[in-house]
């Protein structure tokens, strides 16, 4: 298969670019950015070629990696889709339900490959993990815990300078990878009701369709002493965490570019695929009416 990368930020240079120029059984063939300068120096310290032309690389390639913000993700991605190329996506697919909607019904109707990248699902002990958890069921209630310290005091994350992070804040950056461990797991949500906590902290409690319910607290401003993920399971069972990350993302995105390879290869779907993308998207709009207008919102 060969592979376009669309972007040339941070998360493009430090974990997209090297993993398709690693990855066996693909070829790392360009890159086009919104910064040709950034293409071209990105391009070539991996083997690949810059592309000015977008249209010439999604006429090169049979496959793109997205590592663009949101807000310009949907358009490309479904630019992408009409040039027949498979989508390796990144969270949340979208900021409107109506553009994460375009991205899912141009891969359905092109019959196109589509994973979306949320990283923790993608870990080698959380995978499994998750897979069992959701054979196992019974499950009563959860908790997913994402305190982060972008924007806190002293941060020096390179995703500091994210324009859309600091004006989406964490309900729309670490609320899907929270919802990707969840909904497998305890199902469908059904229901959503969301309260502000400190700064961009934000709580949710969720309502799922086999009659479990469970909790979320999400932030990109908390202390630095006070960040980290969990995720809690109690039920029949007894009670369950998630596994302690060990490895960073690079790992994970080789693991979600099999996953491509093996959905376009059998055309069978991937869990984690746009229509999934799509009902993260769904879920994270219903929160934002929920802080809008108060109480519960069905979703």
């Known amino acids: ?77 479904v630019r992408a889709a009409q040039a027949d190329c498979h989508l390796l996506l990144d969270k949340p697919v979208a900021l409107t339900v109506p553009d994460a909607r375009r991205v899912a019904e141009a891969v359905e109707r092109h019959g196109l490959a589509s994973v979306v990248f949320f990283t923790v699902r993608f870990g080698g002990e959380q995978m499994p993990w998750i897979e069992k958890q959701a054979a196992t069921g019974g499950w009563f209630t959860g908790r997913s815990d994402w305190l982060g310290s972008v924007f806190a005091a002293g941060s020096t994350s390179p995703y500091a300078a994210s324009p859309w992070r600091a004006d989406k804040g964490a309900l729309w950056d670490v609320g899907p990878h929270a919802l990707s461990l969840l909904l497998p797991v305890l199902g469908d949500a059904v229901q959503v009701t969301a309260v502000r906590g400190p700064r961009d902290t934000v709580h949710l409690v969720l309502r799922h369709a086999g009659g479990a319910s469970s909790t979320l607290a999400l932030s990109l401003t908390a202390p630095a002493e006070a960040g980290g993920t969990c995720m809690e399971l109690r039920g029949s069972a007894g009670v369950v965490q998630l596994p302690e990350r060990g490895e960073g993302p690079v790992r994970a995105l080789h693991r979600a570019v099999d996953a491509l390879l093996r959905s376009a290869d059998t055309g069978q779907a991937h869990p984690c695929d746009a229509a999934f993308g799509l009902r993260v998207v769904e879920i994270l709009a219903g929160a934002e009416r929920s802080l809008a207008d108060g109480g519960p919102v069905e979703v």
Do not use: C, K, N
């Open 1 to 77: 298969m060969r592979i376009g990368l669309l972007g040339t930020g941070p998360w493009a240079e430090r974990v997209h670019a090297p993993v398709l120029a690693e990855h066996p059984g693909i070829e790392f063939a360009g890159v086009w950015g919104r910064r040709p300068e950034a293409s071209e120096t990105l391009a070539r310290a991996h083997g690949a070629r810059p592309y000015a032309d977008l249209d010439q690389l999604l006429a090169d390639v049979d496959a793109v990696s997205i590592a663009l913000p949101p807000t310009v993700q949907a358009d490309l991605a």
